[in-house]
C-alpha cells in the first residue's frame, strides 16, 4: 500500500465548478500535511498547510480527518489558473516529505 | 519561505560520466533535501543533506551514485555518478526555512541523459 494515495485523475470541470480532492495517508504517527500545486514543468509551490481544525484560504479549503487518516482539499469557483496536478503531502515528523502521485485538475473554459 | 535557486537549470549528458547539481539559498537554512522527479512520476526523496556531517539517504539510493556535500547552511550540491538513461529526471533541492515543516522547493535541474 503506497503511504499516501490520491486519485490521479483527471478532473475536468467547467470554470466556476466546485472541485474535491481526496487524500488517504497510512502512518498514523504523521504530524503534518500539505497540499502542493505543481504546474508543469515546473516546481511544486506550497498552496497550504492542513490544520486538525480545518482551514481556509480564499476560495481553498482544506480538511483533515485524523480518525480516518483522509485529507481533502475543496476548490468553489474554479479558475483556468487552476488547472495543475495537487499534490498531497504528509510529514512523518522526519522534516522529509512524502509525496502523493498527484491530482490532475483542467478547468476548461 | 526561502529563495532557492538551482544550476544547472538543465543538461543533456552522456552516459557514464557525472552531473554535479548546485543550490543555493539566501538565507541559512538547518534542512536541506534532495529530491527526483522522475517523468510522469511524484517526488521521490534522495537524501537529506546535514551541514558538517554525511548526508543520510533514503532506502534504494547510495551515496556512491549520489554523492552530496553541504559544506553550509546556504549551499548544497548533488552529484548524479556514471549516469545511466535510468537517470533522466527532473532534480530538486528543498529548504524548511522556519519552524514548521513546511519545505520550499528550488526550481530543479531538468536532466536527460543519452
Known amino acids: 500500500r503506497k503511504e499516501v494515495e490520491q486519485d490521479p485523475g483527471p478532473f475536468n470541470v467547467p470554470e466556476g465548478a466546485t472541485v474535491a480532492f481526496n487524500c488517504t495517508y497510512s502512518?498514523?504517527?504523521?504530524?503534518?500535511f500539505f497540499w502542493y500545486r505543481q504546474d508543469c514543468r515546473k516546481e511544486p509551490k506550497l498552496l497550504m498547510s492542513?490544520?486538525?481544525s480545518g482551514n481556509e484560504d480564499g476560495r481553498f479549503t482544506a480538511q483533515l480527518n485524523r480518525a480516518s487518516q483522509y485529507i481533502s482539499l475543496l476548490i468553489r469557483d474554479s479558475k483556468l489558473s487552476d488547472s495543475a496536478t495537487y499534490l498531497c503531502?504528509?510529514?512523518?515528523?522526519?522534516?522529509?516529505?512524502?509525496f502523493g502521485s498527484g491530482t490532475r485538475l483542467q478547468v476548461q473554459p | 519561505s526561502a529563495v532557492i535557486s538551482q544550476k544547472p537549470s538543465r543538461d543533456i549528458c552522456q552516459r557514464g560520466t557525472s552531473l554535479t547539481i548546485q543550490c543555493q539559498v539566501d538565507?541559512?537554512?538547518?534542512?536541506m533535501f534532495w529530491y527526483r522527479q522522475q517523468p510522469g512520476q511524484s517526488l521521490t526523496l534522495i537524501a537529506t543533506?546535514?551541514?558538517?556531517?554525511?548526508?543520510?539517504?533514503e532506502s534504494g539510493f547510495v551515496i556512491d551514485k549520489f554523492p552530496i556535500s553541504r559544506p553550509n547552511l546556504t549551499f548544497s550540491t548533488l552529484t548524479v555518478s556514471n549516469m545511466s538513461p535510468e537517470d533522466s529526471s527532473i532534480y530538486l533541492c528543498?529548504?524548511?526555512?522556519?519552524?514548521?515543516?513546511?519545505?520550499?522547493f528550488g526550481p530543479g535541474t531538468r536532466l536527460t541523459v543519452t
Open positions: 502512518n498514523s504517527a504523521s504530524q503534518s
Open positions: 503531502v504528509v510529514n512523518t515528523g522526519r522534516r522529509a516529505l512524502t
Open positions: 538565507s541559512q537554512v538547518t534542512m
Open positions: 528543498s529548504v524548511v526555512p522556519g519552524q514548521r515543516y513546511e519545505q520550499y
Open positions: 492542513v490544520y486538525s
Open positions: 543533506a546535514n551541514q558538517g556531517s554525511e548526508a543520510t539517504y
